[in-house]
């Protein structure tokens, strides 16, 4: 077990076209006016890839906090003002219902209004504005493209790195996006940031120990949302209480028999990690601006 309490966990995923779509990157930033970066504003800071600030070549930058729905909408205040306080523009998103997708145009707009006044000037008011668009997998970002475009322009799916190749989605007259590969860095900062991708699901689950994961993030749980697991598991986490022993408590609780008289850690992680997805325990975001000073 580590220092901090939680058990070690091993995590190694950086698919061979991941360092594709980092050239591909690289190769057409230029041809854009603005990049946005789609976040999951349950985890902002381990959903961006640190090398964005470098990639994005210092085009004027929006910042999307999708599943805005799922978030704790306190903390998603005070990431809105973080990243503002950064030069980012921000809105909030939620995908699926479609909610604050249609702010997005008009943000790009904003964004960039200085370049749309040198245009008319120029007599070019009718070129349009070109956007690409940046996340990490699993993000939202194809359902996203997918509502502001109004149709089926991006291909959707819940497995972690579909969208492989480049493609310009138009968005209207004036606004054309550049849909990119979603993309992770090669190695990961922390295990912090490699188990709140891997709950999120931004990583598969059979690359890691899924009862080592779950195990550690009861004990996040248990500092930052304790009433979720009470209410959800029906657990009372003492403090200083080990991430298996309550994870052994849910599975009790749950009525999860693994036979012998042992419960069913195994089925008790995949419940766990599923309901936090789902959203079953609550809206909560798992990490806080003060983390990052």
């Known amino acids: 077990m580590a220092d901090n309490g939680l058990e070690k966990l091993n995590i190694q995923w950086y698919p061979g076209h991941m360092t594709k779509a980092g050239r591909m990157i690289s190769a057409n930033v230029q041809n854009v006016d603005a990049v946005c970066e789609i976040l999951d504003a349950r985890i902002p800071m381990a959903s961006r890839n640190p090398d964005i600030d470098s990639l994005a070549s210092g085009k004027p930058r929006l910042v999307i906090l999708n599943r805005a729905d799922l978030a704790d909408p306190k903390a998603t205040a005070l990431w809105r003002e973080y990243f503002k306080g950064l030069g980012l523009a921000v809105i909030e998103t939620d995908c699926k219902s479609g909610k604050g997708v249609g702010n997005f145009a008009p943000a790009v707009r904003s964004l960039l209004k200085e370049l749309l006044a040198q245009r008319a000037a120029k007599g070019q008011a009718t070129r349009a504005l070109r956007v690409m668009v940046l996340g990490i997998p699993n993000v939202g970002k194809s359902t996203f493209i997918n509502r502001v475009a109004g149709k089926k322009a991006a291909a959707v799916s819940d497995r972690p790195g579909v969208t492989r190749g480049r493609q ?25 940031v490699g188990e709140l991708l891997a709950v999120t699901g931004a990583i598969k689950d059979d690359v890691l120990d899924r009862e080592t994961l779950a195990a550690n993030f009861l004990v996040r749980l248990a500092r930052l949302y304790p009433e979720a697991i009470r209410q959800r598991y029906k657990l009372d986490a ?3 209480m080990a991430g298996w022993e309550m994870l052994e408590l849910c599975a009790k609780n749950r009525g999860f028999l693994a036979g012998r008289g042992e419960y069913d850690t195994e089925r008790m992680s995949a419940v766990l990690l599923d309901e936090c997805r789902g959203g079953k325990l609550g809206r909560m975001t798992l990490e806080r601006p003060e983390d990052e000073a």
């Open 168 to 192: 310009w989605i138009t968005v209207d007259r004036g606004l054309e996006l550049l849909d990119t590969p979603g993309i992770l860095w090669p190695r990961f900062d922390s295990q912090e």
């Open 238 to 240: 003492a403090s200083g």
